[in-house]
Nanobody, 125 residues
Framework: QLQLVESGGGAVQPGGSLRLSCTASTSAFGSYAIAWFRQAPGKGREGVSCITRTGAYTNYADSVKGRFTISRDSVANTVYLEMNLLKVEDTATYYC??????????????????WGQGTQVTVSS
């Protein structure tokens, strides 16, 4: 069974960068599209980005376009989220989740499973 583990969160100042990792427990990882979601306190879970099984296609929320980049390494069974020019409003717990394809499922979180445990990102001065 596929299990996902996120890492790479932390505290940074506005304008800073972080790289999140989502690592899978099995090579079956290659059979799944992977999405990143985030959830701030008191808010719903928001779709951030999605990458297809081959990595050929990606999708981003308007709020992160031009600042975040999603990629995947099939050898390492890992999907990355490179986050640059971070803003205070990017503060949230970030989760990765799997599905057979990004379309038409992303950005609806109810269509994705399984999920990782989350990693906290805090952007403040």
């Amino acid at each position: 069974q596929l299990q996902l583990v996120e890492s790479g969160g932390g505290a940074v100042q506005p304008g800073g960068s972080l790289r999140l990792s989502c690592t899978a427990s099995t090579s079956a990882f290659g059979s799944y599209a992977i999405a990143w979601f985030r959830q701030a306190p008191g808010k719903g879970r928001e779709g951030v980005s999605c990458i297809t099984r081959t990595g050929a296609y990606t999708n981003y929320a308007d709020s992160v376009k031009g600042r975040f980049t999603i990629s995947r390494d099939s050898v390492a069974n890992t999907v990355y989220l490179e986050m640059n020019l971070l803003k205070v409003e990017d503060t949230a717990t970030y989760y990765c989740a799997a599905m057979d394809n990004c379309w038409p499922n992303f950005p609806d979180p109810t269509r994705f499973a399984p999920w990782g445990q989350g990693t906290q990102v805090t952007v403040s001065s």
